[in-house]
């Protein structure tokens, strides 16, 4: 379901662009949790695999951090 919202906010972008960013971030919240919750039962008491599924987020932020504060990025 994660997904479906996700990818349906780039038809949504075309004509209502605030829909558009409701649903990927309803889209990402989902995907997240379900995904999450799968990393932390394949290994449990251990945070290898969360760590894997969170690092690249992490590397994302920072990175659209950087772009939008050196205006390198205008939405």
Not at 16 to 25: E, Q, W
Not at 40 to 67: D, E
């Amino acid at each position: 379901m994660g997904c479906i919202l996700a990818s349906s906010s780039a038809i949504a972008s075309i004509f209502y662009p605030v829909l558009a960013v409701v649903l990927v971030g309803i889209g990402n919240v989902l995907f997240h949790l379900s995904a999450g919750s799968i990393c932390l039962n394949l290994t449990p008491k251990k945070a290898s695999a969360p760590s894997i599924f969170v690092a690249p987020v992490a590397l994302g932020l920072m990175v659209g951090t950087v772009l939008g504060r050196n205006g390198q990025f205008i939405a």
